[in-house]
């Protein structure tokens, strides 16, 4: 154990001296990216898929949030924007952790203002943090779970925040690093913990300026950012359809410059057609993927018979070749992106019920299995999913089509945002569902906490002891070893017991003109969103 601390100490030893300026460092980034000098005004045009069910990263995890609201806040920790998944400041100007690993202190930039003009302190960071990781009943905190390690959260002066710890934990500052993490002022906490779910008050590159729902939402320049001579843009505006045609027909004719979640490649390959070079297209494989939740609280989903068969039924590889064109999933994989270190191997995955190639095979045991469940004629299902047509449709026909093989009946049943988000993860309202998990990193923190009974990402209500003491144990090993064998441990028991069914793996295609400067696609549509570096080449 003490060498294991050791290894995590020095690992952020190392990160302190090289990161104790956040913002320098993503300046320089910026400076390397950016090719030309900076033009100053514009507003950036951009369309999105969805409306929020609220404005609170806190309690949502949708893109239709935070692409929307990002901008306007200020973080503790920041992915860096030019070099994923390094880690540097945004509130925060230095950090260090303590040898035993159990405490970690920030030291928080002085002068950043609220747009209400009050000044940010290390209190607002403290009850931002308090909300996130206890939060008050009737508060929900979607993240809660990635913060169990954390035992206090003190604010001993206005610019020292102190997180201490109960256990030490592999992958705090990651979590630390969420996007979804924005900072909120306590006076506004204080009086409605619940406030900012339909009311923004942020210190971030711009200040909130108008929204109306279905429609638009817009963000103007915030003059007092704090880091100097940001943003470049006068502001942001987003167009809101949940019709990829209409988003589409957007680029295509300028009325919008960017889309930052995905289009079908026909559609990107018919813009690029049409303009040519005037059309930049960034495609890189997503911290996320597709798949369909069962509820195991319920029946026939209680029984691991049905849900193995419905598993059994996918043609995955078949899906990969099908859907790439229409939707951008295409990858084959276990419960962490494929090619990472924490990602079963091919030749083990597809010894898991679904991922065999012999599809012949695949479905008579899924027939059997379904027989032997007292199901020898099939059954049916109501498949709820979200009226968001690039994946959520084209991937539930091809699961429809494929559970037809094996006598299964499925309904696809779609549903507004909101609706989907109560459904599947407030209620349980639901026989299966599409949901998808995307997140802001690959560590196995931050992926598989949904895989835990309680968690908010446990859309399935399944309640499974072993894979509890699994996470806890890989969520405190600072052994890299040993904690890739607890990781590979809990996808196992995941797969075998089809708590879950995975579908594919996303690849992101972010089609922006080519004037819109200085924006790198990571590899999720949640980080990467501020857009203070981002500008436009002309009007």
């Known amino acids: 154990m003490a060498a294991g601390i050791r290894r995590h100490r020095n690992h952020f030893i190392?990160?302190?001296?090289?990161?104790?300026?956040?913002?320098?460092?993503?300046?320089?980034?910026?400076?390397?990216?950016?090719?030309?000098?900076?033009?100053?005004?514009?507003?950036?045009?951009?369309?999105?898929?969805?409306?929020?069910?609220?404005?609170?990263?806190?309690?949502e995890s949708t893109f239709a949030t935070i692409q929307l609201v990002a901008p306007l806040y200020?973080?503790?920790?920041?992915?860096?924007?030019?070099?994923?998944?390094?880690?540097?400041?945004?509130?925060?100007t230095e950090w260090k952790i303590s040898p035993d690993g159990l405490t970690y202190t920030f030291k928080?930039?002085?002068?950043?203002?609220?747009?209400?003009?009050?000044?940010?302190?290390?209190?607002?960071?403290?009850?931002?943090?308090?909300?996130?990781?206890?939060?008050?009943?009737?508060?929900?905190?979607?993240r809660k779970g990635s913060y169990t390690p954390i035992k206090s959260i003190e604010a001993p002066d206005a610019s020292t925040v102190v997180f201490k710890l109960k256990f030490p934990s592999a992958s705090l500052m990651n979590n630390l690093a969420s996007p979804w993490n924005v900072i909120?002022?306590?006076?506004?906490?204080?009086?409605?913990?619940?406030?900012?779910?339909?009311?923004?008050?942020g210190s971030g590159p711009f200040k909130f300026k108008n929204y109306t729902r279905g429609a638009t939402f817009e963000g103007e320049r915030n003059p007092d950012y704090f880091v100097k001579d940001r943003p470049y843009l006068d502001g942001y505006k987003f167009f809101i359809s949940p019709e990829t045609t209409v988003r589409a027909a957007a680029i295509r004719s300028g009325r919008a410059y960017i889309e930052f979640?995905?289009?079908?490649?026909?559609?990107?390959?018919?813009?690029?057609?049409?303009?040519?070079?005037?059309?930049?297209?960034?495609?890189?494989?997503?911290?996320?993927?597709?798949g369909i939740s069962v509820n195991n609280s319920i029946k026939p989903f209680n029984d691991a018979r049905v849900r193995r068969a419905l598993t059994l039924g996918l043609d995955r590889y078949t899906a990969g070749r099908v859907l790439l064109p229409l939707t951008g999933l295409r990858d084959v994989g276990p419960l962490m992106r494929p090619g990472t270190e924490w990602a079963l191997p091919p030749d083990e995955l597809e010894k898991f019920p679904g991922f065999g190639k012999d599809m012949e095979k695949n479905r008579a045991e899924a027939k059997r299995l379904l027989a032997e469940a007292g199901y020898p004629n099939g059954l049916k299902v109501v498949l709820k999913n979200r009226n968001v047509k690039l994946p959520y449709q084209d991937f539930a026909v091809f699961v429809i089509q494929e559970w037809k093989k094996i006598g299964v009946e499925a309904e696809n049943r779609p549903l507004e945002t909101a609706t989907w988000f109560s459904d599947g993860r407030d209620t349980g309202n639901f026989e299966a569902i599409i949901s998808p998990g995307v997140e802001f990193m690959d560590d196995p923190d931050v992926m598989l906490r949904r895989y835990v009974f309680g968690d908010p990402g446990n859309w399935g209500r399944f309640n499974d002891p072993a894979l509890e003491d699994l996470f806890a144990r890989q969520a405190r090993s600072l052994d890299p070893a040993e904690r890739k064998k607890l990781v590979f441990e809990m996808q196992r028991r995941v797969l075998?017991?089809?708590?879950?069914?995975?579908?594919?793996?996303?690849?992101?295609?972010?089609?922006?003109?080519?004037?819109?400067?200085?924006?790198?696609?990571?590899?999720?549509?949640?980080s990467n969103q501020k857009l203070q570096d981002v500008w436009l080449s002309e009007d």
């Open 74 to 92: 200020s973080t503790l920790l920041q992915v860096d924007p030019y070099s994923y998944p390094k880690i540097i400041g945004d509130a925060a």
């Open 184 to 201: 909120y002022p306590k006076k506004y906490l204080d009086t409605d913990p619940n406030y900012f779910k339909t009311n923004v008050v």
């Open 496 to 526: 075998e017991n089809a708590y879950y069914l995975p579908g594919l793996w996303w690849t992101r295609r972010v089609v922006h003109w080519a004037k819109v400067k200085n924006y790198v696609a990571p590899p999720n549509h949640y």
């Open 108 to 142: 928080i930039r002085q002068g950043i203002k609220f747009h209400d003009g009050s000044t940010l302190t290390a209190a607002d960071v403290k009850a931002t943090y308090d909300k996130i990781a206890f939060p008050p009943q009737g508060v929900r905190s979607v």
């Open 14 to 59: 190392f990160i302190t001296l090289a990161l104790l300026a956040g913002s320098i460092v993503a300046a320089t980034s910026a400076a390397v990216q950016a090719a030309e000098t900076p033009r100053r005004g514009g507003v950036l045009l951009a369309v999105i898929g969805a409306d929020p069910p609220s404005l609170d990263p806190h309690q």
């Open 261 to 290: 979640r995905d289009l079908p490649g026909a559609e990107v390959e018919a813009i690029k057609k049409q303009l040519g070079d005037k059309i930049a297209v960034q495609q890189v494989s997503a911290t996320g993927w597709w």
